[in-house]
């Protein structure tokens, strides 16, 4: 089951890279693990999967932190894809290679101040929110740049790119317009000097239209494991 989910997710991404006269190693897979249990996630990695996101810092601990899940000779990457809250950017930077969920000055500072500390430089990407809907968290595409100022400014962050969540729709070609703004976005801030080599998006219904758009990672959790028991 696992092995052909996720072979025709392959399938799908390298197809979608191709269409758009992408090379498909530039597209990588963030296979998200929220509600995923363990056994799964070893099986996962041990298909050869290397790259997971959670949403929640407590769900992710118990994940890295077990044992079962260190493969020896095996280096696997964490990454956080949910709102992080500053109480917990401690944590956050213990335990993720990756956090793609920045979207506040007092949120970068937080995790700065904590990757000082750990003696870590910290991979972030900043969200940004293209929609209007309240449950949605990210920069306003107006505020993108002061933040991005900031986040460059802080010595223990790097910043890698940018990420978002666009509303759902049942159709991708719905979704798509948010997945071409996220990009143009990024091309805008880079003619401005800024060093952003990831774009963050697509999942499981519509990361076909994110890679044709220029996604360079994207999160994918049903399409791998199936429906995630709430
Ligand atoms: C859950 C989640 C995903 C994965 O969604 P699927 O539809 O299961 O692929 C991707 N990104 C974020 C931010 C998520 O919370």
């Known amino acids: 089951?696992?092995?052909?989910?996720?072979?025709?997710?392959?399938?799908?991404?390298?197809?979608?890279?191709?269409?758009?006269?992408?090379?498909?190693?530039?597209?990588?897979?963030?296979?998200?693990?929220?509600?995923v249990d363990a056994a799964a996630i070893r099986s996962a990695i041990d298909l050869g999967l290397r790259i997971f996101g959670e949403s929640r810092v407590q769900e992710a601990r118990a994940?890295?932190?077990?044992?079962?899940?260190?493969?020896?000779?095996?280096?696997?990457?964490w990454h956080l894809i949910g709102h992080l809250q500053r109480n917990k950017a401690r944590q956050a930077v213990e335990l993720f290679d990756l956090i793609h969920t920045v979207d506040s000055e007092t949120l970068a500072d937080s995790l700065d101040r904590e990757a000082e500390k750990a003696g870590k430089l910290q991979s972030v990407l900043v969200q940004v929110k293209l929609s209007h809907e309240?449950?949605?968290?990210?920069?306003?595409?107006?505020?993108?740049?002061?933040?991005?100022?900031?986040?460059r400014s802080l010595p223990c962050l790097a910043l890698e790119g940018l990420?978002?969540?666009?509303?759902?729709?049942?159709?991708?070609?719905h979704v798509r317009p948010y997945f071409r703004r996220l990009r143009e976005i990024r091309d805008d801030c880079v003619d401005r000097g800024f060093r952003l080599r990831e774009l963050s998006m697509g999942m499981s219904h519509d990361f076909e239209?994110?890679?044709e758009e220029g996604s360079t990672m994207v999160r994918v959790g049903t399409a791998i494991f199936g429906e995630r028991r709430p």
Not at 7 to 27: D, I, Q
Not at 63 to 77: D, Y
Not at 163 to 173: A, H, I, K, L, R
């Open 1 to 35: 089951m696992l092995l052909e989910n996720l072979s025709a997710v392959y399938k799908r991404m390298s197809h979608a890279a191709l269409r758009a006269g992408r090379n498909p190693e530039e597209v990588r897979l963030v296979a998200v693990t929220k509600n």
């Open 63 to 77: 994940k890295i932190l077990n044992s079962a899940l260190r493969v020896e000779g095996t280096s696997v990457a």
């Open 134 to 151: 309240e449950s949605k968290h990210g920069v306003s595409a107006e505020g993108l740049l002061q933040l991005l100022e900031r986040v």
């Open 163 to 173: 990420m978002t969540v666009p509303p759902y729709y049942e159709s991708s070609e």
């Open 209 to 211: 239209a994110a890679i």
